[in-house]
């Protein structure tokens, strides 16, 4: 698998929202009842936070199928 350009990373920046804080983003995921499927982390092209999926654990597989964004 390729990695990604810088380039490819601040589009891919451009279009997530941003949190302030990593508070700000889990509180986000939490309201949506996501915090299970979404990590928080600090974005290193824009200082901010973003909230990325993680693969489910096994005894959570299909969980992301069930909501529907
Ligand atoms: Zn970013």
Same mark, same amino acid.
């Given at each position: 698998m390729k990695e990604p350009t810088r380039h490819e990373r601040q589009l891919r920046c451009f279009r997530k929202r941003r949190y302030r804080s990593q508070g700000d983003a889990l509180d986000a995921a939490l !309201?949506?009842?996501?915090? +299970?499927? =979404?990590?928080?982390?600090?974005?290193?092209?824009?200082?901010?936070?973003?909230?990325?999926? !993680?693969?489910?654990?096994? +005894?959570? =597989?299909?969980?992301?199928?069930m909501r529907a964004p």
């Open positions: !309201v949506a009842g996501v915090e +299970r499927q =979404r990590r928080a982390y600090l974005c290193p092209d824009c200082r901010m936070w973003h909230l990325t999926s !993680v693969e489910a654990g096994p +005894r959570g =597989r299909g969980l992301s199928r």
